[in-house]
C-alpha cells in the first residue's frame, strides 16, 4: 500500500463532532436532532450506540441527516477491512479504530476507507507511548489522530490537555480531542491543538442539548470559554463544590448501589452537610471529646463522632453554637443529641441516632482524629462525607474525587432523562425502555 507522509493542512475552522453514546436509539436521535440544529459539524454513533443497535444507528443517522458527516465510532482492533467497509456502507464518512490495533489491521483499515470513501481516525486511548503511535499510524495513511482521556480516567480526574499539545505539534493530520470538553474546556481544547473537538456528556446529558451545542460552538469559534454549571470534571480544590451538588443518592449509584449509613438521621429532613470528616470516638455520654473537638477541627469540617449509638446525649445546643462560630459544615453523631428544636431552628446540620434530654458527663474518655466505625462503616479523618435525609455516605479519601465525579456523572444523567419525562410527559419505564434492558 502506497504510505502518505505529505503534510496536510488543517482546516481553519474547527469541527465540533457530538458522541452519542447512548444505549437507545430513540434517546440519540432526540439529541442528534437538537445539536444539528445548533451548530453540530459531525455526529457520531458512540460504540455504546453501535454495539447496543448495531449498524443500523449509522444508517438512521445518514437518513435523518443527509448532508451531515456521519461517524462510526467502531472502535475497531481486528478485521479492519470488514468493519470499515460495513460502517461505511451503512453511512459512516468517518470511522474511528483503535491505534493499539497491529500495523496489518491499520493498513487493512486505511485502504478499504479509501475504496469506499470514508476516512479513519486513529484513537489513541490506552496506548502506552501516544506520541510514537501517532507518528507511525500517521505514516500508515491515517486520516485523523484521537486524543482520548478515556471516562475512568477523567473520573480520576486526570490530566487533559498536555498529550493534546504534544500530540498535535508532533504529526501533520488534523487531531481530535475527546474526554470530558463543556463550554469551559471546548476553547481550551482548540488552543491546545484540537481540530475537531468531540463532546459526549455535556450535550447528551444537558437539560437542553441544543443551548448545550450552541454554548460550546459559540466557545469554540471565540476561543473565549463559556461557563458551565455542570459536566466538570472534579479536581482536589473543586471537590466541595461538587459534594454540595449531588445526594447520596448519586453516590450509591456511583458505587454500584452500595448501601450509605442510615443508623443516622438528620433532625430536620431539610438538613445536609458535605465536608471532609473529623473523628471522635467517645464513651456513651461522654461529651469532653465532642466538645474539645469543635477546637480542632478545621473550618468546613464535618464532625463524625462515634459515641457507641447510645445515650445519653454527647451534643446540644451550646456545642452547636460553638460548631457554627468555628465555621464547621455540621455534625454527625452515631449516639444522642438534645436540644433539638434549637438546633433546627439554628439550621445547623445535625444528624444523630437517638434523641433524648439527658446529657452524660465530660470524663474525656475517648480520643479525637482516629479511625472509627459508624454502623459497620469506617470513617477517617480526612474522609469526605455527604449527608442528607437519606443517609451518610462516607468517600475514602483516596478516591473521594473519582466518586465525586461519578456521582456528578449519576446526577447529571439524571438530570437529562427527568426533563425527557417532563417534555414528552412521559414516564421512566417507557423513556428508558425499562422492559427491553430487563435481564433474560
Known sequence: MQRRTAKRKQQARPLLQVALDFVDLDRAMKVAEAAAGAGADWLEAGTPLIKSEGLKSVRILRQRFPKATIVADMKTMDAGRAEVEAAAKAGARVVHVLAAASDATIAECVEAARNVGARITADLISVPDPVARARQVEALGVD???????IDVQMLGGDRFGALREIAQAVNIPVAFAGGVNSETAAAA????????????????????????????????????????LFRRVTEETLLEALSRVSTDNVSDALHRA????????????????????????????????????????????????????????????????????????????????????????????????IMSNAGEPRGFGELGVPINIAGTPVRTGDWVVADNDGVAVLPRERAAEIANRAMDVLERENRIRQEIKDEGSTLATITHLEYWEKR
Open 190 to 229: 482548540v488552543e491546545a491543538g484540537a481540530a475537531i473537538v468531540v463532546v459526549g456528556g455535556a450535550i447528551t446529558k444537558a437539560d437542553d442539548p441544543a443551548a448545550a451545542t450552541a454554548a460550546i460552538r459559540q466557545a469554540m469559534d471565540t476561543g473565549t470559554a463559556v461557563k458551565s454549571e
Open 259 to 354: 448501601p450509605v449509613i442510615t443508623a443516622v438521621r438528620p433532625l430536620a429532613p431539610t438538613m445536609r452537610a458535605a465536608g471532609r470528616a473529623y473523628t471522635v470516638r467517645t464513651a456513651p455520654g461522654d461529651f469532653a471529646k465532642p466538645v474539645e473537638a469543635i477546637d480542632h477541627a478545621e473550618p468546613g469540617d464535618v464532625l463524625v463522632i462515634d459515641a457507641g449509638g447510645v445515650g445519653p446525649a454527647v451534643w446540644g445546643e451550646l456545642a452547636t453554637w460553638s460548631a457554627r462560630n468555628r465555621h464547621l459544615a455540621g455534625v454527625i453523631v452515631y449516639g444522642a443529641v438534645r436540644d433539638t428544636p434549637d438546633i433546627i431552628e439554628m439550621g445547623f446540620p445535625t444528624f444523630a441516632s437517638a
Open 144 to 150: 485523523h489522530i484521537g486524543v482520548h482521556t478515556p
